[in-house]
């Protein structure tokens, strides 16, 4: 068998196989111990190297026994994040607050230990030839770890829960992150079938929002996912999901994010859309997004709404696009940037909706503010309310011309050509 097919194989075969003898043991049939258990995955064909099939053996007992120091942690409902440090050290996030618990390791091996046992049951490795690890675990968790001395103060392992909710727009409103307005644009959104990006912060719920986004899709539509580790859960019954896979030992068999949009366009979507850009895969979007595939979408970190395009730019250079050809790009893919906040208090919630614009064909794409949000829930409009009306189909009384012969908003654009400036338009015919 060839690496590539080994990776293949190892990459495919523990999951099924995992749960096979765990009922095993949950039935009584098998004793729990590593040395039963490594006998019970060799008789299913499991081929792993001996190392690496003790560690799942030993992982698959402790959970089976309660002595994980982190299952208990992971199966309260409230825990978002669990964060371990150092042995004497983990922290989770609960209720949106980070906080220190009493859970210990044994010392620095036995934490090495465990992100390398949680690493098997990924399908990767983590050893120091490969001292890092970011992959998708078997019960859904998200794993990212680090091993000494890259991580200074010990192993630093990572566990991100999964979602045990699968939000709506609806319920996102009742729980207060976002209001009617916002409701009305982000459903109106989704209805028009524009492209849009969700941008935020680490943390801000950029992944919620875009999953209660596409449950609002037409039923009829076909939705293709694309992302490094599965994490969008729409409420969509028409879905196929595609997940990238790194290169195994011998440098082989990677598929990137670019690899997967690509394959996403001939596969008859009706939505495409992606997870997370990082890097130059948001090149291979925006192409997609250009040969009339409506409604695609993503999500991208920024600061703020308005730096959109900045991030576009730095990331499409990545991948060996000129700036001029990112701003053009992004032009004709994208229209409404969808911005979430955390506040100090752990709230997070739609903090702005901005729209693209260029002021000549061949000028840099600014992202101007259409509406913005405080955290109490109150609705400022914008210049950008205008172009955004457009696009979504709703209609705005026009406003007459000054003395001049130009309107308010023209006066602006003229005056303040890089900048947004308040403005309150009038009301009842959203």
């Not at 040395?35 to 060799?42: D, I, L, N, P, T």
């Not at 390398?116 to 490795?125: I, K, N, P, S, Y």
């Not at 996912?225 to 969509?236: F, G, I, K, Y």
């Not at 709703?394 to 890089?418: L, N, S, Y």
């Amino acid at each position: 068998m060839s690496g590539e097919e080994e990776s293949a194989h190892f990459i495919s075969a523990p999951d099924h196989i995992i749960r096979e003898v765990r009922a095993q043991l949950a039935n009584g049939t098998l004793a729990p111990t590593v040395a039963a258990v490594s006998g019970a995955f060799r008789a299913r064909r499991c081929f792993l190297e001996p190392e690496q099939l003790k560690l799942l053996a030993e992982a698959v007992c402790e959970q089976f026994e309660g002595t994980d120091p982190v299952a208990t942690l992971l199966a309260d409902p409230e825990v978002t994040d669990v964060l371990i440090n150092n042995p004497n050290e983990i922290w989770v996030e609960r209720s949106n607050r980070l906080e220190r618990v009493q859970a210990s390791f044994p010392d620095e091996q036995a934490v090495r230990r465990f992100a390398q046992r949680l690493a098997v049951q990924a399908g990767r490795r983590l050893d120091d030839a490969s001292p890092f690890v970011d992959a998708r675990l078997p019960d859904g968790c998200r794993l990212h770890a680090v091993l000494a001395p890259l991580a200074v103060g010990g192993t630093a392992v990572s566990l991100r829960v999964p979602s045990r909710h699968r939000f709506t727009l609806d319920s996102l409103r009742e729980l207060g992150a976002l209001n009617s307005d916002g409701h009305a644009v982000l459903t109106a959104v989704i209805a028009q079938r524009l492209p849009f990006m969700i941008t935020g912060g680490a943390g801000t719920g950029k992944t919620t929002l875009l999953s209660a986004m596409l449950s609002a899709v037409d039923p009829n539509e076909r939705l293709i996912l694309v992302e490094d580790c599965s994490e969008l859960m729409p409420d969509h019954p028409h879905v196929v999901r595609l997940e990238s896979r790194p290169a195994n030992q011998e440098r082989k068999g990677e598929i990137t994010l670019r690899d997967l949009i690509r394959q996403a366009l001939r596969m008859r979507p009706t939505r495409v859309v992606l997870g997370e850009a990082r890097g130059g895969e948001i090149v291979d979007l925006l192409n997609a997004l250009n040969t009339g595939h409506e409604g695609g979408c993503g999500t991208v970190h920024a600061n703020r709404a308005q730096d959109l395009p900045q991030r576009v730019e730095s990331l499409a250079m990545l991948a060996g696009v000129s700036r001029e050809a990112a701003h053009s790009l992004l032009a004709a893919a994208l229209r409404v940037v969808i911005h979430l906040e955390r506040d100090e208090y752990g709230h997070r919630y739609l903090q702005a909706v901005a729209v693209l614009r260029r002021r000549n064909a061949v000028g840099p794409v600014q992202a101007g503010l259409a509406l913005t949000f405080d955290a109490k829930g109150m609705t400022r409009e914008w210049t950008g309310y205008l172009q955004l009306a457009e696009e979504l189909g709703w209609v705005v009384p026009k406003e007459p011309a000054g003395p001049d012969g130009r309107t308010f908003e023209q006066e602006i654009a003229r005056a303040f050509p890089a900048a947004d400036r308040a403005r309150v338009f009038p009301r009842g015919t959203r």
